[in-house]
């Protein structure tokens, strides 16, 4: 497990809906001590993500205390969306897709591979090398002026011929077989616990909610009914469920107990 994606999970579990502000270090340790990351690794992730404008530091004494960003705060609300609204499971597809075509200059690498990252993140497949597709009305105008690039991408909403085998296009454009992988993986993990020791709670959960926010932030939610009838997502995402269930309680008892905090006062904004 990374331990940056182990720390937006505990951040997001215990910090961004409770109002606090900032996280004493020493209980960040301790929090991530229970998932199995030790301490140097904990205290070098931590400078990275304030030098990636992510956390913000605050000294009170001889003591570091971390707090979220505004940056920081978007991910994370983000990934609530997804691990408890979205799901993994795509059963509501209307039909719809969203196309984007670009083209940019030969020597704009950096702004290419900035944008196919993007594209990927957002649930997109290359159909062809300058036109990404992705089920549903995706909101990708956003995503395209912030890259500084509207003016070489069109974006287009439409549906497919019935000419076209969406099934067959499915696999041709995405990597089914890795997606999928992930979901079966994660199902032969945690499928059996907690009849294979029950743990700490507080860290089986936030290691079960870090591999699966991984695991759903790459998969592009294609739609159930093109996919394989044994599609593992499924199966994975009840796992995922019924562990979260059951440490939710103990999990926030254990947080509670010890973590030192500063309270964010009413009304007070985080730092871009």
């Not at 497990?1 to 999970?9: H, I, K, V, Y």
């Not at 961004?16 to 690794?41: F, N």
């Not at 992988?181 to 029950?198: L, N, Q, V």
Request: aromatic letters at 10%; one cysteine or more; glycine letters at 10%.
């Amino acid at each position: 497990m990374r331990p940056q994606s182990l720390l937006f999970a505990f951040f997001g579990s215990y910090v961004l809906e409770e109002g606090l502000g900032h996280v004493y270090s020493g209980s960040i340790i301790d929090v991530l001590a229970r998932t199995g990351v030790g301490e140097p690794a904990v205290r070098s992730t931590l400078t990275r993500m304030v030098n990636r404008g992510l956390l913000e530091r605050q000294r009170q004494g001889r003591r570091m205390h971390f707090g979220l960003t505004a940056q920081a705060e978007q991910i994370l609300w983000d990934g609530k969306r997804r691990l408890w609204q979205t799901g993994a499971v795509n059963d509501d597809w209307d039909g719809t897709w969203t196309l984007l075509g670009f083209s940019l200059p030969e020597s704009w690498q950096r702004q290419r591979h900035d944008l196919r990252s993007r594209l990927t993140w957002s649930g997109f497949g290359a159909l062809y090398s300058g036109l990404w597709i992705a089920p549903g009305d995706v909101d990708a105008s956003s995503l395209v002026s912030e890259l500084g690039l509207a003016a070489h991408v069109k974006i287009f909403h439409a549906t497919a011929d019935d000419a076209t085998d969406i099934g067959l296009m499915i696999r041709d454009t995405w990597d089914l077989g890795g997606v999928g992988a992930r979901y079966a993986d994660f199902d032969e993990r945690w499928s059996t616990w907690p009849a294979t020791g029950c743990g700490d709670p507080l860290g089986i959960r936030l290691r079960v909610i870090s591999e699966w926010l991984d695991i759903i932030r790459t998969d592009p939610r294609l739609p159930a009914r093109h996919l394989p009838s044994d599609w593992p997502a499924r199966a994975a995402q009840e796992t995922f469920h019924r562990i979260a269930r059951q440490t939710e309680a103990p999990a926030r008892r254990t947080a509670i107990e010890f973590l030192e905090t500063t309270r964010r006062p009413p009304g007070a904004a985080v730092t871009a």
